[in-house]
């Protein structure tokens, strides 16, 4: 296990408008690595793989490359696994129309570990059992943990688009594409200090997960940084999500101006529902996991009018490659695409942009591919859609520029 060390310097991280991610229709890499794509690509099957599509072009002389991918398609957290399957479907079918990865085509094949620790261990065996030699995943941060001590056992390469937790790419194997927890809880802090957004603060997070836990210990350390008083804290855990009147009954109390809710959209749809039905009416602010909370069954969009929330992607950017890529999506797909797509796109042509560098072949073994996948890593600059001149350190961490969006008329739009 190796330490992680947090490779972003926080202050000034915060941009107040959407940056440009670069003019191709997909991600750019520096010199020497792959760095475009067919404007057009069709996913794979509703189970998720690419295989099919890659079968007319296997017996070419580069072979095929397997990459696994594992996340919830189904569950409370589908809204996350079921988007980055899509994206990362369409850029494996993007990449093979334009010759593959070193020649080599791509089979993509998806496992649903429905946001359960076991279940995407299970998940891991089947893709191995499949013929696995990268692993694009996990989305979630618990499943993605346990995941990885598996892969640094098999010394397997793993990028993971959204699993956040610092103990999530532990290992010298794993990468990661978004933000790690402690960024995430430093940077809000941050921009809700700076951009003068409120003083008074209170925090409604889920003491049992690792995720919501770890941004909200960082978020409390930088408060006091940025003369911001958090006037209560309440926590709640998996087995007790669906209540949430004392919490903000508490917050209510306290005379915050602003509930932080570093916590998933599925309890973050419930507590904007109680809070109305309070009559409260405090800003609230949260972090990638509330990206999806106007895709939640039954849930009234316009109680989200006016949330905050840090992400990597607004998908009314007005860049080319971002145009391109929500234009690709909604043709496919039928709907806007959220951050955790962008993440899986930039992910799959990230795992491109390295192998490319690394020179890698079908015929070496999965630790070869891994050796060569770390040190490619730490040499690439990726322009994607969730940030541009994105770098990456030894121990997996992401540089890169966050964002932040408020839901406006049912829609994220760039603050």
Known sequence: MKKKVLSLVLAGVLALSVTACGGSDAPAADAGDSNAAAEDGSAATDEGSSAENADAAASAEGGVLKIGGIGPATGGAAVYGLAVMNAANLAVD??????GINGMQVEFQFEDDEHDAEKSVNAYNTLKDWGMQMLMGTVTSTPCTAVVAKSAEDNMFQ???????????????AFRVCFSDPNQGAASAQYIGENKIATKVAVI???SDVYSSGIYETFAAEAKNQGIEIVSAEAFTADSKTDF???????????AELVFLPIYYTEASIILTQASEMNFK????GCDGLDGILAVDNFDTALAEGVMLLTPFAADAEDAATKNFVSAYQTKFGEVPNQFAADAYDAIYIIKAAAEKAGITADMSVSDMCEAMKTAMTQITVDGLTGAGITWSAEGEPSKEPKAVVITDGAYAAM
């Open 205 to 207: 997070y889920d003491s």
């Open 282 to 285: 405090p800003k609230f602010f």
């Open 94 to 99: 993007e990449i093979n129309a334009a010759g």
């Open 245 to 255: 009147s004392v919490q903000l009954q508490k917050a209510n109390e306290s005379g």
């Open 159 to 173: 990028l993971t688009p959204s699993g956040s937790a610092v103990e999530s790419i532990a290992p010298a194997n």
